[in-house]
């Protein structure tokens, strides 16, 4: 009789990578970070535990969309009070903060439940090539772009 292996919490090896969004389309980016968060990068990947790596973001500001959805993309949020809905253009909201984007984009592709809220927290998104995460010792995550892109 076969087992299933579960990895255990202390078994598991968390890497940092990180991640420069510049030039980089959004979707593409975002699913990308999601994989590696979510763990299914690994073979110890388990769908019900926490297997993934932290992922640094840098150059957020610096990161595309195609078409029209510079100026044509709506991100909405609401105050919870009757007619509190604002609404904001991916241009405008790339000039305000353009962190939330990446994380809006990231969040979406991660599970609604506790295990996605714990999964989104070893995401960091900085603005610039900057980040403090430099006693982690990250490495360079390459992301795939297609060919004929660029």
Do not use: C
Request: glycine content about 8%; charged content about 25%; overall charge positive.
């Amino acid at each position: 009789m076969n087992k299933t292996y579960v990895p255990s919490q202390n078994s598991l090896e968390r890497n940092w990578y990180v991640v420069d969004a510049a030039d980089q389309r959004l979707g593409r980016l975002a699913s990308e970070i999601a994989m590696v968060l979510r763990g299914k990068n690994k073979p110890t990947y388990t769908p019900h535990l926490d297997t993934g790596d932290f992922v640094i973001v840098v150059n957020a500001e610096k990161v595309s969309v195609t078409g029209k959805k510079y100026s044509q993309k709506l991100y909405r949020r609401h105050s919870g009070r009757p007619g509190g809905m604002k609404t904001e253009t991916f241009a405008k909201l790339q000039a305000r903060v353009p962190e939330r984007i990446i994380e809006q984009a990231v969040k979406g592709m991660l599970p609604k439940n506790t295990l996605g809220r714990q999964l989104f927290t070893k995401l960091k998104v900085y603005v610039g090539p900057e980040h403090p995460h430099e006693a982690q010792k990250p490495e360079t995550l390459q992301i795939k772009t297609i060919p004929g892109e660029e």
